[in-house]
């Protein structure tokens, strides 16, 4: 058995060599595949199931990574969708040409397939920007807040606007995302949540975008810092050179989790001059807004692309559970379709909170749940883009 794992390991080292290759002779190549999708079932669950699985297919085929389909390592499915993500290639649209449902009329044995012509891109997502609006919609379209603090020379400025979160929101809005329109809030929170982001307070700042029903927030510091006073000839006037850098994280709300950050440094791109010492700093502040949105928004596409082709992490919260069912639950999770990885967080007062890697979104997966039954007399109390609350304590008649 050992043998055997060992074979398996060095077969993921190789794949992951040849991504490599592949990637560095191929990047950025366009490839059109037909695949097959199936799934188990007849309803329209299933279709979406079978939909999925032909994506996930046809990334592989696009990318040539192949593994075998039998291994006796535990964590088999762990090591292959790293080797899936680290592919680095993309689905930019897909076609179903044919469909059909297998063995209709014996529920137990039914399939649902369909058959999907996809055009796969190879190398990075970044700054492909055709591609947000398909991954804008496979997420669901989450609703963004951006709230990211100007500072000049290291000190918070007091204006209401921080120019650098104004750029940013200019930016999504030009790339078809509408922002959060902050001025939906209480003058109290836009403060609070303002002075969070620019002491760093992460769980605040997820705590008030929650309340107002944002999914993400984007939130940190902008600093413009002098870099240069001078004049240039005799009699121009003293001018002063700012650049601006920036330090941004982007946090879900469901459970202050961060889904990408980023460090912008100061250059050229973030230059602001002027004889007035303020407008060369607010002028930086813009200029890194702008080199901040581009690069922190293709972060947050790859973190979807990853999100759909890998999965993403849901937290499944289980209230008046026992240790032991505890572990049986586990186990039931574990072998939900589409469901990579089940991590025990945490077990205290008869609570215990699993960390599932899935591709399904929490409505689907909270289905899958009910579907599959994972403990007796349970009730879903609460679904959240990244969190489901179950509940043993009472059942759907009470």
Known sequence: MLRKQLATVLCAIAVFGLTGALLAQEADETKTVTVKGIAAGATPSARDDAIMDALRKAIEQGVGTFVASQTEVENYAVIYDKIISNTKGYVAEYKIEDEGIENKDDPGNARTWVKVRAVVKLGDLKNDWEQLAFLIKKKGNPKIMVVIRDKI????????????????????????????????????????????SLDGNLAKVSAIGKEYGVNLVVTGTADSSLRQRTEPYKGAGVWYYYRGSMSVKVIRTDDAQIIFS????????????????????????????????????????????????VGSDVTVTIQGVNYGSARKIMKKLKVIRFVTEVTRDQFSGNIVKFRVKTRYDSYKLAD???DEGICKDFQITDVQKNGIDVDLTITEDE
């Open 262 to 309: 980023a460090n912008i440094p100061s250059d050229r791109k973030t230059e602001g001059t002027d004889q007035s010492k303020l407008e060369a700093a607010n002028k930086a502040l813009i200029g890194v807004g702008k080199v901040g949105a581009s690069e922190i928004l293709s972060g947050m596409m790859r973190a979807w692309n990853e999100d759909i082709t």
């Open 368 to 370: 899958k749940i009910i």
């Open 153 to 196: 020379d290291g000190k918070g400025v007091s204006d209401v606007t921080d120019r650098s979160s104004v750029e940013f929101e200019s930016f999504l809005l030009e790339k078809g995302i509408r922002p959060f329109d902050k001025d939906q809030m209480e003058q109290k929170k836009l403060k609070e949540i303002r002075a969070a």
